[in-house]
């Protein structure tokens, strides 16, 4: 067990998860900066498979992306580890926003920062939807982008259920792997 590992994995993943405001899927963005081009403990195409996983999994993405980064990266410890660190910040933003919830529900001020988050929430997001349709297009495969684009139209234009359209990639994943693998032998 690597300690100075498992210290850095703790410390990266409490800063990725105390500076995340908007959802979970700002810290996407973030993890890619962080575990990709700053420390390079991973490769873009593999971040990209851990996120589909952990946005593919009931719970918080910032949780589950914590759980199957830190498990790649430091095993069962690391995914501990990693889960740790990422529920700290927000267990303690949470109880003490709770404790003083009276004061801030009117504070004008208060109101009027949640909304310029928003925005900046908004343009991450955005921009996390981007980077990964850019890594989807560079892989250059036709059948990853169709899908993609499908996923898009059937979501957003025809109101499909996320839930479908998930097991629906998720069964044309397998079938791809399936024919790839036959092809090969």
Not at 69 to 84: E, N, Q
Not at 94 to 102: D, K, N, R, T
Not at 110 to 118: K, V
Not at 123 to 134: H, L, N, R
């Amino acid at each position: 067990m690597d300690k100075k590992l498992l210290l850095k994995l703790f410390i990266t993943n409490l800063y990725l998860s105390a500076f995340t405001f908007g959802g979970g899927y700002v810290i996407i963005t973030l993890m890619k900066k962080k575990y990709v081009d700053e420390l390079d403990w991973i490769k873009e195409k593999e971040m990209l498979d851990l996120i589909a996983i952990a946005q593919s999994a009931p719970g918080a993405i910032a949780i589950n992306g914590a759980i199957v980064i830190g498990f790649k990266l430091a095993g069962i410890f690391g995914a501990l580890i990693s889960i740790l660190a990422t529920i700290i910040p927000p267990f303690v933003i949470l109880s003490f926003v709770s404790f003083f919830y009276e004061i801030f529900k009117n504070n004008e001020l208060f109101a009027l920062m949640l909304s310029g988050m928003q925005a900046g929430v908004g343009a991450i997001i955005a921009s996390v939807t981007y980077d990964m349709a850019v890594g989807i297009i560079k892989e250059n495969e036709i059948l990853p982008i169709i899908v993609m684009v499908l996923a898009f139209v059937v979501t957003y234009i025809y109101d499909i259920s996320v839930i479908y359209v998930i097991l629906s990639c998720g069964i044309i994943g397998i079938i791809q792997n399936k024919l790839q693998f036959w092809r090969k032998r």
